[in-house]
């Protein structure tokens, strides 16, 4: 796989991690951890491009199927937390974490699915 890829699908881990775990911890959504989802998505969705050309294309196996389905639900959880955010719903706000924890599990299954593929070859 190309390494510039890798780095910025790091990047995203990073980021998106410290956006999720950031607001779990806090138990608030705030404008901070929205920022950092969509410092997440950009790198996610930037990286899969890179990685698509690097293999000519989406693959339709696991690991782009449930990579696919990632970004979408990124987008949709980036998308919600900016609704909950200007509609300052407090109780939105501070169980929000709920579904951004969940997105989070779901996003490591492309993430890591190449590892495990590879250790199971």
Not at 53 to 68: A, C, K, N, P, R
Not at 83 to 107: G, N, P, R
Not at 110 to 118: G, K
């Amino acid at each position: 796989m190309n390494s510039s890829a890798t780095i910025i699908m790091a990047a995203a881990l990073v980021f998106y991690s410290i956006g999720v775990w950031g607001e779990k911890l806090s138990g608030r959504l705030k404008w901070w951890h929205f920022i950092f989802f969509i410092l997440g998505l950009t790198c996610d969705t930037w990286g899969t491009g890179m990685m698509f050309e690097y293999v000519g294309g989406m693959t339709f196996d696991v690991h782009g199927i449930s990579g696919l389905i990632a970004i979408v639900l990124m987008f949709i959880h980036a998308v919600w937390a900016l609704v909950v955010l200007l509609k300052k719903d407090e109780k939105a706000l501070t169980t929000f974490h709920k579904f951004s924890v969940v997105v989070w599990f779901i996003w490591l299954i492309p993430y890591f699915s190449p590892m495990f593929l590879a250790m199971a070859n």
